[in-house]
């Protein structure tokens, strides 16, 4: 059977045709190879971030059961997020806190603001907002605390108070917001967030324990 000759510039563009084709899958699987290994990269980090969190965490264990003051410094700078993401780490973290801390010292400053002292730790420095509301988390008093820890306030002793001492109101998602940075202030000073305490119920408290000595000066 005859075959006509195919016309050259045919069987040229049909090459050319088949080399694009060749060429765009090469850049499909280029794309892939790239996309998995910004994500391999994105992965390795993660892990070393939570490697790292892991490490703080179990010193700040061994400092505990050693009976040391100890720093775990959690918390991202600006965002008022102190909570780890992780279940098991917050779990150790409340684990660690119900150890409670022997003292707490609060020096106000003529601004209103404050130098806070936890347990022998370095001092540094915190808001009026974060120091009222700490010295009244940590006033002995309140209800429901058989564990030898200061008792607990509800949301309305709290705000009430510090109305008073402030000078306004403060409204319930205000209180939210000043526990929220409360935390966050200390946890970037190397104190456990988790002593500032809540529990359905009873309101909020910080855990010190009532035998020792609580300053404010």
Known sequence: MFLPEKDPKVEAQEILNKMMEVMEAIIRKEREVVRLSERT????????????????????LLSVLAGNAFRLPIATEGRCVPRPRSRKKRRLLEEIARRGVASLTIDPAPDGSARVRVEGGDSFEMPRMGAELLALLAEPGGRNSPDGFVGWKTPGEIRFALRKRLGKNVSPRALA???????????????????????????????????????RS
Request: charged share 35%; hydrophobic share 35%.
């Open 41 to 60: 990269e994105l992965l390795a980090d993660e892990i070393a971030l939570e490697a790292e969190d892991w490490v703080e965490l179990a010193r700040g």
């Open 177 to 215: 917001q000043g526990v929220c940075r409360l935390r966050d202030r200390l946890s970037r000073n190397g104190v456990n967030p988790e002593l500032v305490q809540t529990r359905r119920g009873d309101g909020y408290r910080f855990a010190l324990r009532i035998k020792e000595t609580t300053g």
